[in-house]
């Protein structure tokens, strides 16, 4: 296999702080064959905290591509890999939440950039002013806590005043009775840490989108055989199985080469031969 020998046996540095090397570095040395290191002291929060204490530094993308640098200059490597999530409304559902994680992995030596994606609406991401302990508790159990973890603070913006590590229910008892008793205050604000390993959840979502890296690393372009000939397009007209007018899955997937350019399109096939009428603006206007 063409990946292996280019990969085989190299350092690769992982760029976290919060344990989400024990998904992501198994499976990258499983297929890749390369040996993940961990920096010891790598500060993440720097280019952001889900807490919005600290902004993150750009979008998702270009906050990866700052950690993944940041971390192999200080480690002295040129393969690494970082990991990004974000929360916000399902671009297809809009009333639910989805969390998109991405994995950007660069092989600075090769000039390689490729990116591994997971959207899931699986999330327990969530935030609410609570004015007595019983309402933090009650939010605490309906978000998956103590095995998920939840932050406390005395408001929804400030920087002060938050409190993040919280691991048992006596503790999150005591720590909101204690901020419910400072003079003005009437509530305080308790969410869902998303950090990866105080959130199972994410944690399962990093992985899936590990897994879609990986597949995207093997999927080798047809012309220079480069890593990460991936789809980034597609084009519609599957033909409706029983008028044959196309309709407007995808007929064909296009996949592009960032390393020669080169493209291909391969017909899409999981929608099977034809599509369904139901999908066709003819038979089921
Ligand atoms: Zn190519
Ligand atoms: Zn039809």
Same mark, same amino acid.
């Given at each position: 296999m063409p990946n292996q020998n280019l990969f085989k046996g190299r350092k690769l540095v992982i760029a976290t702080m919060h344990g989400k090397e024990l998904v992501i570095a198994p499976l990258l040395e499983k297929h890749l064959g390369v040996e993940v290191i961990v920096p010891?002291?790598?500060?993440?929060?720097q280019f952001g905290t889900f807490t919005r204490d600290i902004k993150r530094a750009g979008n998702q993308l270009e906050a990866a591509r700052k950690k993944v640098e940041a971390v192999m200059l200080s480690e002295n490597v040129d393969l690494g890999v970082s990991s990004e999530g974000s929360f916000g409304?399902?671009?297809?559902? @809009?009333f639910i939440q989805s969390n998109l994680e991405l994995l950007l992995f660069v092989d600075r030596k090769n000039g390689y950039e490729i990116r591994g994606h997971h959207r899931t609406?699986?999330?327990?991401m969530d935030g609410q002013c609570v004015a007595t302990v019983g309402e933090a508790l009650d939010f605490a159990q309906k978000t998956g806590f103590p095995e998920h973890g939840v932050i406390v603070r005395r408001n929804e913006k400030g920087r002060l005043g938050i409190h993040k590590d919280i691991h048992t229910k006596d503790a999150l008892i005591e720590k909101v009775t204690e901020m419910l008793s400072? @003079?003005?205050?009437?509530s305080i604000f308790i969410e869902t840490d998303m950090r990866a390993h105080k959130n199972p959840m994410r944690m399962k979502a990093i992985k899936k989108a590990t897994e879609d890296l990986i597949k995207n690393i093997e999927s080798l372009c047809t012309q220079c055989q480069a890593p990460g000939f991936v789809v980034i397009d597609f084009e519609k007209g599957l033909e409706c199985?029983?008028?044959?007018i196309p309709t407007d899955l995808p007929l064909y997937d296009i996949y592009r080469c960032n390393v020669c350019n080169h493209s291909d399109k391969k017909k899409v096939t999981k929608y099977g031969k034809n599509a369904d009428p139901k999908y066709c603006g003819y038979c089921n206007p």
């Open positions: 010891k002291h790598f500060n993440s929060d409304a399902h671009p297809s559902m @809009p609406s699986e999330t327990n400072w @003079p003005f205050t009437k199985s029983l008028c044959k």
